[in-house]
């Protein structure tokens, strides 16, 4: 990791470079993206796009509780106490490479705009960030500039809203059924009541 690292450096002067876990995570700017995985793939031979996905910050180094536990249970979405470790921004898109020949491996990650998280589409380097874009796309609202077929993968072609932000409820926005009489799916409001998690807590 040690060598990995001082190339890094080298190539990346002044680079946000974190080392944690035995894992290297390079931190770059959204608008550098894909000047930085050229150099990746061109001169420390990335050449595999192992994972890439959207990450929600809402919240970050808050908890609902201080020190005990809530009597009120807790849920996504719910209302936190503020921590010293609140982001800044919302949203990032994190990407895993591999160099096989190198036997390597890094984190890459980038912060993207909340009220527009759009990023550069990297399919041009590594082809197998096609359905990883889709997906972070479809589940996180992260939108990829210049990829080819951009839209949602997991979800229904109506869905609204995206599962993985934090702010979604558990419960949905709506649930579907299949109408005999219409001879089609259609939607309706939540029947469901929220169910909130009360962590149980055994004292002897």
């Given at each position: 990791?040690?060598?990995?690292?001082?190339?890094?450096?080298?190539?990346?002067?002044?680079?946000?470079?974190?080392?944690?876990?035995?894992?290297?995570?390079?931190?770059?700017?959204?608008?550098?993206?894909?000047?930085?995985?050229?150099?990746?793939?061109?001169?420390?031979?990335?050449?595999?796009?192992?994972?890439?996905?959207?990450?929600?910050?809402?919240?970050?180094?808050?908890?609902?509780?201080?020190?005990?536990?809530?009597?009120?249970?807790?849920?996504?979405?719910?209302?936190?106490?503020g921590g010293e470790d609140e982001h800044p921004q919302r949203f990032a898109v994190v990407y895993h490479?591999?160099?096989?020949?190198?036997?390597?491996?890094?984190?890459?990650?980038?912060?993207?705009?909340?009220?527009?998280?759009?990023?550069?589409?990297?399919?041009?380097?590594?082809?197998?960030?096609?359905?990883?874009?889709?997906?972070?796309?479809?589940?996180?609202?992260?939108?990829?500039?210049?990829?080819?077929?951009?839209?949602?993968?997991?979800?229904?072609?109506?869905?609204?809203?995206?599962?993985?932000?934090?702010?979604?409820?558990?419960?949905?926005?709506?649930?579907?059924?299949?109408?005999?009489?219409?001879?089609?799916?259609?939607?309706?409001?939540?029947?469901?009541?929220?169910?909130?998690?009360?962590?149980?807590?055994?004292?002897?």
């Open positions: 990791m040690e060598e990995l690292r001082e190339q890094l450096e080298e190539i990346f002067e002044g680079a946000d470079l974190v080392a944690a876990f035995g894992e290297l995570t390079l931190t770059v700017d959204s608008d550098n993206i894909i000047d930085t995985c050229l150099k990746l793939r061109d001169k420390l031979d990335f050449d595999t796009l192992v994972d890439l996905c959207g990450v929600d910050y809402l919240s970050y180094g808050q908890s609902e509780w201080a020190h005990d536990a809530s009597n009120a249970g807790f849920s996504r979405g719910r209302s936190a106490q490479l591999l160099s096989v020949s190198q036997n390597y491996r890094i984190r890459v990650k980038a912060f993207v705009n909340e009220a527009e998280p759009i990023i550069k589409s990297v399919t041009g380097i590594w082809a197998s960030a096609d359905w990883y874009e889709r997906e972070a796309f479809d589940l996180m609202g992260i939108l990829f500039e210049n990829h080819t077929d951009l839209r949602r993968i997991l979800t229904d072609y109506g869905f609204v809203g995206h599962p993985l932000r934090k702010d979604f409820p558990l419960i949905g926005e709506v649930e579907m059924r299949y109408d005999e009489s219409l001879g089609r799916v259609v939607y309706e409001k939540v029947s469901i009541e929220p169910n909130v998690s009360v962590p149980k807590v055994i004292r002897k």
